[in-house]
């Protein structure tokens, strides 16, 4: 079944089940980053809406990210990785998310669905909290910075939690470890 809405096409495998999942979302321009995923409907907390569908990337396998401060690829906690070019890629980021991605077991691999985390109003933008994982802060806030603008935001897509530590902050740990 070929389906097109607000000038993009795609072809489902399973008609019924995926064009339920595609009436859930629209896309359309965005005030946060290109085209984004707004709420078709009102959304209830927890509600799957639509799956993360792309070339599929073996453990350890990448694809060339050439485009500055673009991203699609998603890391599955086994080690594999989609390469985003299904609506759900159209997805942005903020720190303050409505949304979040997460993984299920279907067809013999790890798949991943975007769900609600709150109640979502029609024609809200659907965001998630990317979290990518880079290689320092310098990255972080250079090439990756987030424009959100939520009240909490840190200013990046990347996940603070896995920056890689500065020689000053290595110094910090030394300096405070017992000997």
């Not at 896309?27 to 959304?43: I, M, N, Q």
């Not at 997805?91 to 303050?96: G, K, L, Q, V």
């Not at 659907?126 to 959100?148: I, P």
Request: aromatic share 8%; proline share 3%.
């Amino acid at each position: 079944m070929l389906l097109r809405l607000q000038g993009l096409c795609f072809s489902f495998s399973n008609p019924a089940h995926e064009v339920e999942m595609a009436l859930k979302v629209i896309a359309r321009k965005s005030g946060l980053h290109g085209r984004g995923l707004f709420a078709a409907s009102d959304l209830a907390a927890g509600e799957r809406l639509i799956e993360y569908k792309g070339k599929r990337y073996a453990a350890g396998d990448l694809p060339d990210m050439k485009i500055e401060g673009v991203t699609k690829f998603l890391g599955l906690s086994d080690g594999t990785g989609i390469d985003g070019t299904g609506w759900a890629a159209l997805a942005n980021h903020a720190c303050e998310p409505n949304c979040e991605l997460r993984e299920h077991e279907g067809r013999g691999q790890l798949r991943a669905w975007l769900h609600a985390l709150r109640d979502i109003k029609q024609d809200e933008e659907l965001v998630w909290d990317y979290r990518l994982v880079v290689k320092s802060r310098k990255e972080a806030y250079s090439r990756w910075a987030c424009a959100c603008g939520a009240p909490s935001c840190r200013g990046t897509m990347a996940n603070p939690e896995l920056f890689s530590k500065t020689r000053k902050d290595k110094a910090k740990e030394q300096a405070s470890s017992p000997q």
